[in-house]
């Protein structure tokens, strides 16, 4: 919510995009929240939402791991940890629709709120490199607007002097798991 509130005011008309991979709670606050951005800066800036169902491309993602013998999956990704991959699949998920969703639409940009200090790996920074690789590869310029923010008080204080709620009102993944140390070399070449 506050990367789109922060798109908008630095002059970006907005499509949210709503990628549901079928291990959510909350799919229906999309709608909620795009609906206090139209009230906060207009239907000028802001789009209706686009809704895409990502469950089974994260399935058919998956698959490539799920039906390896352990042994050649150690081999292969000595350190990977199942729930790492489960983040990563979804991602690069949404991405590919986020990405196909542009180049069909004309549209020339992605703002994701990935913010590093949710402590997902997804989020790191050598991550968020290779997310903006991918998108500037397809000619579209993926921005980060509260990548660096430093804490959720940080984040609530902002939407707070924007009149929106200060609650979460995007849908959470159930699966998504921060890191519980950091990551290792071994662990970063797996990923």
């Known amino acids: ?7 908008i005011e630095q002059g970006y008309s907005i499509v949210p995009v709503n990628c ?8 229906e606050r999309a709608q909620f929240a795009v ?14 939402l686009t809704k895409c169902n990502t469950g089974m491309d994260l399935h058919s993602y998956m698959l490539s791991l799920w039906y390896k013998k352990p042994d050649e999956l150690l081999r292969q990704y000595p350190d990977l940890q199942i729930y ?7 991602k690069v998920s949404m991405y590919v629709h986020a990405l196909a969703f542009c180049r069909a639409k004309s549209i020339r940009c ?9 402590g997902f790996f ?9 997310f903006w690789s991918i998108c500037s590869q397809n000619g579209i310029e993926l921005v980060t607007p ?4 430093s804490s959720d008080l940080e984040r609530k204080r902002m939407l707070c002097d924007r009149d929106m709620s200060t609650k979460t009102l995007e849908p959470q993944c159930f699966l998504g798991c921060p890191l519980a140390d950091m990551l290792s070399d071994g662990e970063r070449k797996s990923l």
């Open 20 to 27: 549901n991979n079928g291990h959510m709670e909350g799919v």
């Open 146 to 149: 509260v990548y660096n923010l």
């Open 35 to 48: 609906a206090n951005l139209k009230k906060r800066y207009g239907n000028q800036k802001v789009n209706n």
């Open 1 to 7: 919510l506050l990367a789109a509130c922060l798109s």
């Open 110 to 118: 992605i703002v994701d709120g990935m913010r590093k200090s949710q």
């Open 122 to 130: 997804v989020d790191l920074p050598e991550m968020r490199e290779r």
């Open 84 to 90: 790492q991959a489960h983040c990563l699949t979804c």
